[in-house]
């Protein structure tokens, strides 16, 4: 893992908030019910792209609701701009990325209890 600068971190942690704060603000409706979560942001060191880890629930509708994501990018990039206006010079390009620590943790569970 490379190191990441504290600028970048602390411009992930933003961007991981304010993404989640622009999730939450849409409802469960606008992602066909599922429960979106944004668990991470990693930010490329020229802070120009935002990599987003999300996790739905239930993961059988990861696909429908990661392509309802990819074809909001646009907007939540440009929701995202207005609240990072002040602290970015460029809001960076937002590249979603299915988390799926939480399947991992659930298979796990799943091995555990046999």
């Known amino acids: 893992m490379e190191n990441e600068s ?3 971190l602390k411009v992930a942690k933003q961007i991981q908030r304010d993404l989640a704060e622009i999730i939450r603000s849409k409802g469960m409706a606008t992602f066909d019910g599922a429960m979106v979560t944004v668990s991470g942001v990693r930010m490329s060191p020229d802070l120009s792209l935002a990599k987003v880890y999300v996790s739905i629930f239930p993961s059988e509708k990861v696909k429908g609701v ?3 994501i990819e074809n909001a990018n646009k907007q939540l990039r440009g929701e995202l701009g207005h609240l990072v206006a002040k602290q ?6 937002l590249a979603f990325f299915v988390d799926d620590s ?3 943790v659930e298979h796990i569970d799943e091995l555990l209890k046999k």
């Open 66 to 68: 990661m392509e309802i």
């Open 6 to 8: 504290t600028r970048q």
């Open 88 to 93: 970015l010079r460029i809001v960076p390009e």
């Open 102 to 104: 939480l399947d991992y």
